[in-house]
């Protein structure tokens, strides 16, 4: 059974920094596009950042410069550096692993965690 646990979560000041980290147990974890999305409260979910197989990045324009998403493939884990946080990236933040074979799709989630930025 595939599971993905996020952690790392917490609450910061603004212009703190936090790394959230996503192991998964998933087969083949180095084929899947490995993401981080996040939802504020009556918002809809949104993208924050991904990284595919080959280790091209991919980030949501409010959090380029500031986010940095990498992958260690021997250990399952996915992490995500987050830099001069702002108020408004107070959000639950949800690993995602995303694949595609003949058409059918894998798509996996975490029960994600919960950043608070906040003085």
């Known amino acids: 059974q595939v599971q993905l646990v996020e952690s790392g979560g917490g609450t910061v000041q603004p212009g703190g920094s936090l790394r959230l980290s996503c192991a998964a147990s998933i087969t083949f974890f180095g084929l899947y596009t490995m993401g981080w999305y996040r939802q504020a409260p009556g918002k809809q979910r949104e993208l924050v950042a991904r990284?595919?197989?080959?280790?091209?990045?991919d980030y949501g324009d409010s959090v380029k410069g500031r986010f940095t998403i990498s992958r260690d493939n021997a250990k399952n884990t996915v992490y995500l550096q987050m830099s001069s946080l702002k108020p408004e990236d107070t959000a639950v933040y949800y690993c995602?692993?995303?694949?595609?074979?003949?058409?059918?799709?894998?798509?996996?989630w975490g029960v994600g965690t919960q950043v608070t930025v906040s003085s």
């Open positions: 995602n692993a995303f694949r595609t074979v003949l058409g059918n799709a894998y798509d996996y």
């Open positions: 990284i595919t197989p080959a280790g091209i990045t």
